[in-house]
T-cell receptor
């Protein structure tokens, strides 16, 4: 069974500052994918970034980067230069190869203040 | 274009009504999903279609009936729902096999369902 843990129910950050959202995972599978999604109050789940378990480089997508530490089973999301529009719920998720189910963490609500 | 379109955006229905949720994607994806999300909770998988065939049913009650008429369209037929079925229903699609570890799921904006 897979498990995703997001220990921060809520985070506050000021505009233009960087913020790290924590995610740890537990799986016995060797091949898997790690994902981060953003869900604004409008409801849409927006795909942000993906990291494969065999990728040696940390993934980056614009202002988003994923700090992947395989030995520690962590996949933290770093948002640089926060913007007001970044205020949303953020979900970490994982998907082992051979499984169709995306396992989500409980989410972290990020609030960006001016 | 990574767009998954869901209609309607909002739906209110009585417990005796029959309604349908619709999901459409034109990205050529061959896997489609229905998720249910209660407020302040993560999404929960309901159904997975792979190449237009139902591959996973996560023990969903029969009052929810999925249908995949073609590779671009996914429906969820609702009948005799209960108030506890009120939730956000999200549709998603991914490129090929649902079982691929690197399959990125792209979600629609959801249908907010209220059952009275």
């Amino acid at each position: 069974a897979q498990k995703i843990t997001q220990t921060q129910p809520g985070m506050f950050v000021q505009e233009k500052e960087a913020v790290t959202l924590d995610c740890t995972y537990d799986t016995s599978d060797q091949s898997y994918g790690l994902f981060w999604y953003k869900q604004p109050s409008s409801g849409e789940m927006i795909f942000l970034i993906y990291q494969g378990s065999y990728d040696e480089q940390n993934a980056t997508e614009g202002r988003y980067s994923l700090n992947f530490q395989k030995a520690r089973k962590s996949a933290n999301l770093v948002i640089s230069a926060s913007q007001l529009g970044d205020s949303a719920m953020y979900f970490c998720a994982m998907k082992p190869s051979g499984y169709s189910t995306l396992t989500f963490g409980k989410g972290t609500m990020l609030l960006v203040s001016p | 274009d990574t767009e998954v379109t869901q209609t309607p955006k909002h739906l209110v229905m009585g417990m005796t009504n029959k309604k349908s949720l619709k999901c459409e994607q034109h990205m050529g994806h061959r896997a489609m999903y229905w998720y249910k999300q209660k407020a302040k909770k993560p999404p929960e998988l309901m159904f997975v279609y792979s190449y237009e065939k139902l591959s996973i049913n996560e023990s969903v009650p029969s009052r929810f009936s999925p249908e995949c008429p073609n590779s671009s369209l996914l429906n969820l037929h609702l009948h005799a729902l209960q108030p506890e079925d009120s939730a956000l229903y999200l549709c998603a699609s991914s490129q090929q096999k649902p079982s691929g570890g690197n399959e990125k799921l792209f979600f629609g904006s959801g249908t907010q369902l209220s059952v009275l």
